[in-house]
């Protein structure tokens, strides 16, 4: 029995040592040299090298001169990142509804000329509460406003816009999106 026990005790520090020390250490390392970028959260800089936000994770944009992302569905503050989960609210619940038709209006007020369809993602949020990344169509429908609160052609927005879209992962899984941040990045770039 002595002779068990005395194994167990040897192989549970070995096991210990390997899977809780040295697996560890060799996945950071290999993580810090092979991935380095996302191995430190994706963080993004503005021009002068100060950390913005992460590029995996939403940020509350809400001045008119920025594009905004989809709404977070996470509380007690926005894009909070310990407190992701889906709204868990259904199509037919008034909740929904409700919230819906107020991020209608907010948009509507911030730009009361634009008459185009809103597409559906500025006015719903992601599974996580999270998602850092908006359509194209959402990019250009916030053109007009943009681009009276920067006083800057619309085309030149179109451009950042385009400049700024992520095509499909591996070509074929997901669609075309428009990271905020980034984009926003390269609005306050301009000025």
Sequence with gaps: MIKSLKSAIVLFILLSVLTGVIYPAVVTGLAQLLFFQQAN????????GKVTGSSLIGQP???PGHFWGRPSATGPFPYNAGASSGSNLGPTNPALIEAVKTRIQALKDADPDNQAPIPVDLITSSGSGLDPHISPAAA????SRVAKAHDVKPEILRALIDANTEDRQWGFIGEPRVNVLTLNLALDALH
Excluded: H, P, V
Excluded at 41 to 48: A, H, R, V
């Design 61 to 63: 944009f809400s001045s």
């Design 41 to 48: 959260g994706s963080l993004t800089t503005d021009k002068m």
């Design 140 to 143: 250009e429908y916030q053109i």
